[in-house]
Nanobody, 126 residues
Framework: VQLQASGGGLVQAGGSLRLSCVASGRTFSNYAMAWFRQVPGKEREFVVAISRSGGSTYYEDSVKGRFTISRDGAKNTVYLQIDSLKPGDTAVYHC????????????????????WGQGTLVTVSS
């Protein structure tokens, strides 16, 4: 599967963005999806994951209540709605995919995901 992320940009603290990740090449509904982020010079970190069915999600503690993940099977797209942005959210955001037989499982480790998008940069100014 190929993943193409978009939607990043420069935004003031308190603002919002919606990131998109379009999947192509395979059956989207077979994949659990996730977003990770990476600040230059630091390790990539988990942000949020969603199951194949979309019925299960898991958020990293620092983004709970501000980030919302969703998926649209008709568009082969997973979204990340980011509200109340903080300067600490500045990073390159990567979407990732993992084929799974489990419709309800979510995965939070990098090594769970063999497929990655190129990333989209989110910059939050104070």
């Amino acid at each position: 599967v190929q993943l193409q992320a978009s939607g990043g940009g420069l935004v003031q603290a308190g603002g919002s963005l919606r990131l998109s990740c379009v999947a192509s090449g395979r059956t989207f509904s077979n994949y659990a999806m996730a977003w990770f982020r990476q600040v230059p010079g630091k390790e990539r970190e988990f942000v949020v994951a969603i199951s194949r069915s979309g019925g299960s999600t898991y958020y990293e503690d620092s983004v709970k209540g501000r980030f919302t993940i969703s998926r649209d099977g008709a568009k082969n797209t997973v979204y990340l709605q980011i509200d109340s942005l903080k300067p600490g959210d500045t990073a390159v955001y990567h979407c990732a995919a993992a084929v799974t037989l489990s419709s309800g499982s979510v995965y939070t480790k990098e090594h769970d995901y063999p497929y990655w998008g190129q990333g989209t940069l989110v910059t939050v100014s104070s």
